[in-house]
């Protein structure tokens, strides 16, 4: 119910009124048994095709299931390869649950780091836009409402009610495309002589661009030139083939 915004808990185990529902099935659970186990889920199936916030709300959700002493979580819908920081949160998620006391975000800036190399400040810039975004889009109440299946059915086309200018204006998604456009340029500087470490941190930026280019061809495919779309399309073929 409510923002995923807001955690299942607000770090103590108590009431938490956004997602009053799931919390009081919690408390009710862990009144009938002493091993609790929790079954949760990574994506938001009112619109799985839209990425999920948890970076707000995840060490307050670990925190909450120690405090209600649950034995095990188990979360579903976790992928390996996919856009939208799947990566990063699978390894945040195993982190908190390990420990609950991380700070989110200080995590989040050394994974990046880490994982990006010397694309790693126009990713983190790109992750912050991003974030931003979801934000400003869940804040609006409805994002997270479920919608009737059918909608999702376009003739034999899936997709998602939510991906909308409203949602993801021509301006954030330009902005976006100009940080993918300092991340490639980053990195082939630092790694001009270098081959496979090249490739290596080409494929982890190429698979969050895939996201953007997405967006381009989803939404502004009428604004984009003919050799600008085919472009595009072209990169969206060759990701797609690397990974998939």
Not at 56 to 66: H, I, R
Not at 90 to 113: M, P, R
Request: one cysteine or more; aromatic letters at 18%.
């Amino acid at each position: 119910d409510g923002q995923r915004t807001t955690s299942y808990f607000n770090g103590t185990g108590e009431y938490s009124y956004s997602n009053g529902r799931v919390t009081k099935n919690i408390n009710a659970w862990t009144q009938l048994t002493d091993h609790f186990m929790m079954w949760s889920y990574a994506a938001q199936f009112g619109d799985a095709m839209v990425p999920v916030n948890i970076y707000d709300s995840l060490a307050a959700n670990a925190q909450g299931y120690v405090a209600k002493d649950v034995e095990v979580v188990f979360e579903e819908a976790y992928k390996t390869v996919l856009p939208n920081f799947e990566t990063m949160r699978n390894y945040l998620t195993a982190k908190a649950l390990y420990d609950g006391n991380i700070d989110t975000f200080a995590e989040v800036d050394a994974f990046i780091s880490a994982y990006y190399g010397p694309a790693a400040s126009a990713m983190e810039s790109y992750f912050d836009s991003f974030l931003a975004n979801l934000r400003a889009f869940e804040s609006k109440g409805d994002y997270y409402k479920s919608f009737n299946a059918a909608q999702f059915l376009n003739g034999d086309k899936y997709y998602s009610p939510a991906i909308i200018a409203d949602n993801y204006s021509k301006t954030y998604v330009d902005s976006c495309k100009a940080y993918f456009d300092t991340a490639y340029s980053a990195l082939s500087q630092a790694y001009a002589t270098d081959s496979a470490e090249y490739a290596t941190y080409k494929e982890r930026i190429d698979l969050e661009y895939l996201g953007v280019l997405y967006l381009y061809l989803e939404l502004y495919a009428d604004q984009l030139t003919q050799e600008q779309g085919a472009e595009m399309a072209q990169q969206v073929f060759n990701i797609v083939n690397t990974f998939f």
